[in-house]
């Protein structure tokens, strides 16, 4: 659900760093914008961004979103909906706050734009990818391995829960049927998770050391992924809007 | 013989560790040699690799007293396969030519080692596919060739056929004559004494931490043959292996 | 001991489009020690894990005792069953050796007072206060054995438990199974080490490409050069020595071999 899926859409294919600038420009225009329907606006954008990512990237994106944001419209209706201040509308038999109405509907999109945004990056770009594009900007390999490992930590430690859990059924720990009960029961299994990943980690840390990982010089990029101009324009493009949407809000807040 | 590396005297401490893993121990190995190191468990065996390879004490910490001369480059491959691999590299090849990509070597030079070192491990037919869909024993095949291609002078291997079926365990010690062949000065680990005693050219056993014997394959003494010939009373040195018993059984 | 024999029956297994098991029947009677041996692949495993009630046979049927597994949950299984994981990493989980250990019973409303013995027969007393993470990988081997072996179960079945032990490691594994067998314990191990399953077995099966491939006695297969050159399997160092000095009975233990050899005339070694 959360991670790399393969495909060939146009977002797989951009240069990490231009999906990236994407999900980023998303996260800190979200910031900028101050009223539903803006906000909003910039869901529908995030929404079209996930869907050119494919069909399978768009329906994950949009489901762990949901999922993700549901709670948290939950809560800011009951915060703000129902308990803000005046003045109030009615809605048949439910009185709701207009202001705060609309401040959640702000609140909530805005989480609903970044997540989006950010899930379809994630979906859209392939850890090997990413690695060989800040390789070939020079980052050196410490920090790109922690940016990497930190993309595919998720999918390792799922595995690894799934395997702790079958052993410990094995050995009469019943485990009650809906999701939510299985989760309660991952608690438990924080502490062993880490210290499996982390003696994994420490032979990893060896072995990758022994092949010239940690070592001074500039790493060689194999397979740089192809950056093109268009590319680089849309990532400046994207900083441009930025600032725009940083000075529109700052106007309108002296206006 | 010059020794591609040797210790002098070595003692070596983790970090908080109450006794010494290492004390007192010399050891050379030269190129061409397979030397196997046995012993039981905590005798200090994966110790030795690390502190050989120089990985300890720089990454491990603790404390290194004594010697350790090792003047060329180091390759170190251990028991698990998944765990040696990078993680970023979607094939093979990319993962082989991970090592030779790191000194910084311009594109043609480092394809051009991850070849060579696919070639002597056989396994140029996997270039193209990903790492993650291999069996044990041709990514342990894997694991060997991206520490290879790096050239290393003397390489270390820590039990490594542990997770391997039988055909790729064997294949896997059946690899290192060749190598030692081309020169590379071979030091491994094991627990697996049967396959050791088929391709060592020496054995040395440690116990708490001290060298107890440094000698020809018969010291594996631990072997399923080596105790069926005593419990049949063989006198010592006890044979280990089928072929040395049967030689050793009299008209 | 009731409750000990597995029959599986016709099962079949697929992976998606991958069928691992294709119709395999096999029945082994409480109390008896088998191998199951095969290349990767064969699906051993996913014979094992549906035995566990880990999986769910797609066609057939697989009973524990008079337990059809297709209607139970792992952890009911457990009460009879015991199954010891290939990997030791992925099966403990405790704060210490004991800890782990004493899961199995705990999870069962057992008596704990197995734990102790247990850690005592398997070497593990000197470091039972220990993390799991903080002892050698072999020696974790041991400990997820040995919570197993502390739910007492009535049959055992055990993923490469030898692989990565030592000899001596490899001593105490075979005897605490030997005592179990003795006991009465159904043991089906997967195992690679033909020499660890020539001390151990009275039967031996083997799978192939989701196949029953053989299912004979073990002295039998084992001196069986065809058979086993057949089925791709190496004879132990007990079995080359017995057929290349043609020792009588057909040993394939090493006391065996040993008792065999008592009186020879030892040549000294060059």
């Known amino acids: 659900m959360i991670g790399y899926l393969a495909g060939r859409s146009p977002l797989h294919r951009a240069h990490p760093y231009t999906t990236l600038a994407l999900a980023a420009a998303v996260l800190l225009v979200a910031f900028a914008l101050t009223r539903p329907l803006e906000v909003w606006l910039l869901v529908a954008v995030a929404a079209v961004l996930a869907a050119s990512g494919g069909g399978e ?52 999109g805005r989480i609903t734009a970044i997540v989006l945004g950010f899930l379809t990056a994630l979906g859209t770009t392939s850890p090997h990818r990413l690695v060989e594009a800040m390789t070939a900007s020079g980052v050196p390999f410490g920090r790109t391995f922690l940016l990497a490992s930190t993309l595919t930590v998720l999918p390792r430690m799922r595995d690894r829960a799934r395997q702790i859990l079958e052993a410990q059924q094995c050995r009469g720990l019943r485990i009650g049927g809906s999701p939510l009960a299985r989760l309660g029961a991952l608690g438990p299994l924080a502490l062993p998770l880490i210290l499996g990943a982390l003696a994994e980690v420490d032979e990893q840390v060896l072995a990758l050391d022994a092949r010239g990982a940690g070592g001074g010089a500039r790493r060689t990029a194999l397979e740089a992924p192809p950056d093109s101009g268009p590319q680089r324009l849309v990532r400046w493009a994207l900083l441009v809007a930025v600032i725009v949407a940083y000075g529109w809000k700052f106007w309108r807040m002296r206006g | 013989m010059t020794a591609v590396m040797a210790l002098e005297g070595v003692a070596f401490r983790y970090p908080g560790a109450a006794g010494e893993a290492l004390s007192g121990v010399s050891l050379g190995v030269a190129a061409g040699e397979i030397v196997a190191l046995a012993g039981d468990a905590g005798a200090g065996t994966s110790t030795l690799l690390l502190v050989a390879t120089g990985l300890a004490p720089r990454l491990v910490g603790g404390t290194l007293t004594g010697t350790r001369r090792m003047p060329g480059r180091c390759g170190i491959v251990f028991s698990r396969p998944w765990t040696q691999l990078t993680g970023l590299c979607s094939t093979v090849g990319d993962e082989v030519a991970f090592g030779p990509a790191s000194l910084g070597l311009a594109r043609e030079p480092v394809l051009a080692s991850a070849q060579r070192a696919m070639e002597r ?33 003397l390489l270390a291997l820590d039990d490594p056929a542990a997770e391997l079926d039988p055909a790729g365990a064997d294949a896997l010690y059946g690899l290192l004559p060749a190598l030692a062949a081309g020169g590379t000065a071979v030091l491994v680990a094991t627990p697996d004494l049967e396959r050791a005693a088929r391709v060592a050219t020496r054995v040395v056993v440690l116990a708490g931490g001290h060298v107890v014997a440094d000698g020809p394959a018969h010291l594996l003494e631990g072997t399923r043959v080596a105790a069926i010939a005593r419990a049949a009373g063989c006198p010592p040195p006890y044979p280990p292996d089928v072929p040395s018993l049967l030689r050793r059984v009299g008209p | 001991m009731s409750g000990g024999e597995v029959r599986v029956e016709d099962v079949r297994y697929a992976y998606g489009e991958l069928e ?45 005792g008079d337990w059809d597994v297709a209607r139970k949950r792992p952890d009911e299984m457990a009460q009879r069953l015991g199954y010891v994981f290939q990997h030791a990493d992925q099966q403990l989980f405790a704060r210490s050796v004991r800890e782990d250990v004493s899961f199995g019973p705990r999870h069962l409303s057992r008596s704990e ?158």
């Open chain 3, 113 to 270: 007072a197995s734990v102790a013995p247990v850690l005592e027969e398997l070497g593990l007393t000197p470091v039972a206060e220990a993390h799991p993470y903080d002892v050698p990988p072999p020696v974790r081997k041991l400990v997820a054995l040995a919570g197993v072996l502390a739910m007492e179960p009535r049959v055992l079945v055990l993923d490469e438990p030898t692989a990565g032990l030592d000899t001596q490691q490899q001593e105490r594994v075979i005897g605490a199974l030997r005592r179990r067998a003795a006991a009465g314990v159904t043991v089906l191990v997967v195992s690679h080490d033909l020499g660890f399953v020539a001390e151990l077995v009275e039967r031996v099966v083997v799978l192939r490409d989701g196949h029953l491939a053989a299912d004979r006695p073990a002295r039998e297969l084992l001196y069986d050069a065809r058979a086993l050159a057949a089925l791709e399997l190496q004879p132990p160092a007990t079995v080359e020595i017995g057929q290349a000095l043609r020792l009588p009975g057909a040993p394939i233990r090493a006391a065996e071999v040993a008792a065999a050899l008592r009186g020879t005339r030892w040549k000294r070694s060059e």
């Open chain 1, 57 to 108: 990237v768009l329906r994950s994106s949009v489901r762990a979103a949901l999922l993700l944001s549901l709670p948290i419209w939950a809560l800011l209706f009951v915060l703000y909906g129902l308990l803000g201040a005046e003045p109030r509308l009615a809605l048949g038999v439910v009185s709701l706050s207009a202001p705060g109405m609309a401040r959640a509907l702000v609140l909530g």
């Open chain 2, 121 to 153: 491990l056989g396994i140029t037919h996997l270039a193209m596919r990903d790492p993650a869909h291999l069996s044990g024993g041709e990514l342990q095949r894997v694991v060997v060739a991206s520490v290879l291609a790096l050239e290393p002078d």
């Open chain 3, 20 to 64: 691992a098991l294709r119709g395999v029947s096999l029945s082994i009677p409480a109390g008896e020690t088998v191998a199951l041996l095969g290349p990767n692949g064969a699906g051993k495993t996913t014979l094992t894990r549906l035995m566990v009630a880990l999986l769910r046979p797609a066609a057939g049927r697989v009973t524990v």
